[in-house]
């Protein structure tokens, strides 16, 4: 079979796995099994393990198989992020009756993770066009005329911000 068939076969079938090499599919099992990037990569036959990851890692075929493989054992297991969510509470509520606190923050923490509470913020800064000018006109000075500058008038710098949280977009 030619890669343009593979290819084919992939997108008719739903499957992209099909589209993968045997150490690919090796490599996205690894990760499915809970093995690190490199760890994958060298249990795939990878000579060089890092750097193959890295690679492997920003072709858009094994996002595409390592989610169809996850949907795939979701569906096999009857499993939602609702049941898992649910057994964490569970949990937690049982190492609360035990007095085991770091079992409860533990739980918590993996809550946390599923809830994407630890996903970096995102910060936007919005600058006009007069802000824009001035910042240009402030770039073009000298270190000794910037601190010339603000001995004179430490309050000549005016600015205004605004904060934006990510799920008020």
């Given amino acids: 079979m030619t890669r343009n068939m593979i290819s084919k076969a992939s997108v008719a079938t739903g499957n992209p796995l099909l589209s993968l090499t045997d150490k690919q599919k090796m490599f996205v ?3 499915l ?3 690190t990037q490199t760890i994958a990569a060298r249990s795939a036959g990878y000579s060089d393990p890092s750097i193959a990851a890295n690679r492997l890692l920003k072709m858009s075929k094994i996002h ?6 996850q949907r795939k054992y979701e569906k096999s297991s009857q499993m939602t992020r609702k049941k898992v969510m649910d057994g964490l509470l569970e949990a ?3 190492a609360k ?3 085991e606190p770091a079992t409860m923050v533990n739980g918590w923490r993996e809550i946390g993770r ?3 509470y630890y996903a970096a913020e ?3 800064i919005d600058i006009n066009i007069t802000a824009r000018r001035a910042v240009d006109q402030l770039e073009t000075l000298s270190d000794a005329e910037l601190l010339e500058m603000i001995d004179k008038d430490s309050d000549m710098i005016e600015g205004e911000f605004a904060e934006v949280f990510a799920g008020a977009q």
Avoid: S, T
Wanted: charged letters at 25%; proline letters at 0%.
């Fill in 29 to 31: 099992d690894g990760l």
């Fill in 33 to 35: 099994r809970g093995q």
């Fill in 64 to 69: 595409e198989g390592l989610a169809y493989l």
């Fill in 92 to 94: 937690i509520d049982m």
């Fill in 97 to 99: 009756l035990q007095a």
């Fill in 114 to 116: 599923m809830c994407g």
């Fill in 122 to 124: 995102k910060r936007v």
